[in-house]
């Protein structure tokens, strides 16, 4: 069978320059995907428990975070030459980020719900490679929150979860608390 041979054979992994250059020509105009390890994923459909994580999840950090931080959502993060990921909330260094991506993050949120598999996954490799000293998973389908941090030979070596009723600290503000029920 030609499809079983072919996934025998050595793989050339995208470059996130020749990815952006895809999609700056609008190769992807129509479709949700981003690149991770130098393939290119098709990300999950965004429901409304997801929309509404997401929401809760700017207003908060940004009535917290102003003049402080930079808080992205849904966009870009250049996380590798080869992968430059599309979380669902970001919490950056204040910049300008009209000539390029950001490059460092102070925290990464990723709402799962299809996806959790890949959230605690793939994603959580990724950013801990790329040094996000706090990742965290929002589990709408368990209603919990998971806070990965402390980094140890590229990955999250701790894992926290929070349910409703607890109050997660940031670790880069710990000043910022944030209620589990104000997120889902």
């Not at 390890?37 to 929401?55: E, F, K, N, Q």
């Not at 709402?111 to 959230?119: P, Q």
């Not at 589990?139 to 349910?163: F, K, Q, W």
């Amino acid at each position: 069978m030609a499809t079983a041979s072919i996934l025998q054979e050595p793989v050339r992994p995208l470059r996130r320059v020749e990815y952006d250059k895809l999609v700056e020509a609008g190769v992807f105009e129509d479709e949700r995907v981003e690149l991770l390890y130098g393939i290119i994923i098709r990300m999950s459909p965004i429901g409304p428990p997801h929309a509404s994580a997401v929401a809760a999840l700017n207003e908060l950090l940004i009535l917290r975070l102003a003049g402080r931080a930079s808080v992205r959502v849904q966009s870009s993060i250049a996380a590798s030459d080869d992968s430059q990921p599309e979380p669902d909330v970001a919490v950056v260094p204040r910049n300008n980020y009209r000539q390029a991506h950001p490059s460092d993050a102070l925290l990464i949120i990723e709402v799962a719900d299809s996806s959790l598999t890949k959230d605690r996954g793939i994603k959580a490799k990724l950013y801990a490679e790329c040094g996000v000293p706090e990742y965290w998973v929002v589990n709408v389908r368990d209603d919990l929150v998971e806070v990965h941090t402390e980094i140890v030979g590229g990955a999250y070596t701790r894992v926290e979860p929070h349910r409703p009723g607890s109050r997660i600290r940031l670790t880069a503000f710990p000043d910022v608390e944030i209620d589990v029920r104000d997120i889902l």
